[in-house]
C-alpha cells in the first residue's frame, strides 16, 4: 500500500518569511500532485510533477520532485497571507485505475 | 471548460435519514471519485465510477453507495445517517486518457452535517 506523509503537519508564519512543506513515502510514485484547499472549499490543483528531480515555479511557490520519485517538497518565497491554507500532496493515479493517495496535509497560517 | 460542480453545497439531515448528493465532472472526463473529508480523519477515498462502473473502493460500510450516468455524472447515496457521516463530501474528475498519469480535479464540495 502505498503511503504519503507530510511534514510540518502545522505551520504559523510571518508574512514574509520563506516556508518549506514536504512530501515523502517509501513508495516511487508515477507522478505527484500539490493541491492547496481553503476552509469549506474543494482543493485546488496547484501543480503535477513527473519526472524525478523535477522542478517547477508558480510565482512565488517551487515545486521539487525528488530524484527517486519517493518525495516532493513545495517551498513558498516571501509568503503572503493569501497563501494561508492546507496543502496536500496526492500520487499513485493512473489511466489504468489505480487510485490516488493523499498525504494528510499541512495546515499554514500566514499571520499578516 | 466549466469545472466540476456538485449539489448541494449545504445540507443537514437526522440520524436514519438517507441523503443523495450529485457531482458532474469537467466535460470529457470519465472517471469520477467520490472523498469523504473530516478534520480528524482528513482525505478519505470512497469510491471511484469509470464509465458507469465502480472501479475502485475505499474502507466503507455499504451504506455508502453510488452510481455513475453515460453522461458520467455520478450521485452518491448515504442511507441510515450516523452522527460521525458529518464531513464534507468532495467529488474529483480526471480524464482517464491512454498511457502516462492522471490528476484530479475537485469541486466545491457538499456540506453534509447529521443531527
Known amino acids: 500500500t502505498q503511503l504519503l506523509e507530510q511534514s510540518p503537519q502545522f505551520l504559523s508564519i510571518q508574512e514574509g518569511e520563506n516556508l518549506t512543506v514536504y512530501c515523502n513515502s517509501s513508495s516511487v510514485f508515477s507522478s505527484l500532485q500539490w493541491y492547496r484547499q481553503e476552509p469549506g472549499e474543494g482543493p485546488v490543483l496547484l501543480v503535477t510533477?513527473?519526472?524525478?528531480?523535477e522542478v517547477k515555479k508558480l510565482k512565488r511557490l517551487t515545486f521539487q520532485f525528488g530524484d527517486a520519485r519517493k518525495d516532493s517538497s513545495l517551498h513558498i518565497t516571501a509568503a503572503q497571507p493569501g497563501d494561508t491554507g492546507l496543502y496536500l500532496c496526492?500520487?499513485?493515479?493512473?489511466?489504468?485505475?489505480?487510485?490516488?493517495?493523499f498525504g494528510p496535509g499541512t495546515r499554514l497560517s500566514v499571520l499578516p | 471548460k466549466a469545472g466540476v460542480t456538485q449539489t448541494p453545497r449545504y445540507l443537514i439531515k437526522t440520524r436514519g435519514q438517507q441523503v443523495t448528493l450529485s457531482c458532474s465532472p469537467i466535460s470529457g472526463h470519465r472517471s469520477v471519485s467520490w472523498y469523504q473529508q473530516t478534520p480528524g480523519q482528513g482525505l478519505q477515498f470512497l469510491f471511484e465510477y469509470f464509465s458507469e462502473t465502480q472501479r475502485n473502493k475505499g474502507n466503507f460500510p455499504g451504506r455508502f453507495s453510488g452510481r455513475q450516468f453515460s453522461n458520467s455524472r455520478s450521485e452518491m447515496n448515504v442511507s441510515t445517517l450516523e452522527l460521525g457521516d458529518s464531513a464534507l463530501y468532495l467529488c474529483?474528475?480526471?480524464?482517464?486518457?491512454?498511457?502516462?498519469?492522471?490528476?484530479?480535479?475537485f469541486g466545491p464540495g457538499t456540506r453534509l452535517t447529521v443531527l
Open positions: 474529483a474528475s480526471s480524464f482517464n486518457g491512454a498511457g502516462g498519469y492522471n490528476e484530479q480535479f
Open positions: 510533477v513527473v519526472t524525478g528531480g
Open positions: 496526492a500520487g499513485g493515479g493512473d489511466n489504468y485505475g489505480q487510485n490516488f493517495v
